[in-house]
């Protein structure tokens, strides 16, 4: 049996590498894969008004959110949750999901995932950037790099209802 080093992580407010998701999430990775020896990985997101991911189901992992600011909205399976501060939603694996920024500034999310590897499709499909004010063109080109990214990371996405 091989010995595993034990280590601490540490992410201090304001660190941490800071990736734009679907034209909307300013995504800081507080803790990824390579810190947590694939066990977990966490982020710290920042959700521009009306923003929030396709919904999607993951193959994988687990997700869990914790709002920390702002008013969402989550969709599970065919039910929506109203989700304020304080509020924590649990998406199991194989659960079709998403959330949106309900209200009218930007809302704040921590997002739990387990095991890693969501970190990865977000450095792999996202675009580097530090100002909530100043997000990336989102367009077909960038829809299309996603879609085709999605199914590496076992992550359906289905098309909209009706397409």
């Known amino acids: 049996m091989q010995a595993r080093q034990e280590r601490v992580t540490h992410s201090p407010e304001g660190s941490g590498k800071t990736v734009w998701v679907a034209g909307t999430d300013l995504v800081t990775f507080k803790a990824a894969g390579e810190d947590t020896d694939g066990e977990y990985?966490?982020?710290?997101?920042?959700?521009l008004p009306g923003g929030g991911p396709p919904p999607h189901v993951h193959t994988r992992e687990a997700e869990s959110f914790y709002v920390l600011e702002g008013r969402f909205e989550f969709l599970a399976?065919?039910?929506?949750?109203?989700?304020?501060?304080?509020?924590?939603?649990?998406?199991?694996?194989?659960?079709?999901?998403?959330?949106?920024?309900?209200?009218q500034e930007v809302g704040r999310l921590l997002t739990l995932v387990v095991p890693a590897g969501l970190d990865r499709f977000f450095e792999e499909v996202g675009v580097p950037g530090t100002d909530v004010s100043d997000p990336p063109p989102f367009g077909p080109a960038e829809i299309e790099r996603l879609l085709a990214t999605a199914p590496r990371y076992g992550?359906?996405?289905p098309p909209p209802p009706g397409e």
């Open 41 to 47: 990985a966490l982020f710290d997101s920042l959700v």
């Open 155 to 157: 992550i359906e996405i």
């Open 77 to 103: 399976e065919d039910r929506w949750i109203e989700a304020a501060p304080g509020s924590f939603v649990h998406v199991p694996r194989g659960c079709l999901h998403t959330f949106r920024n309900a209200g």
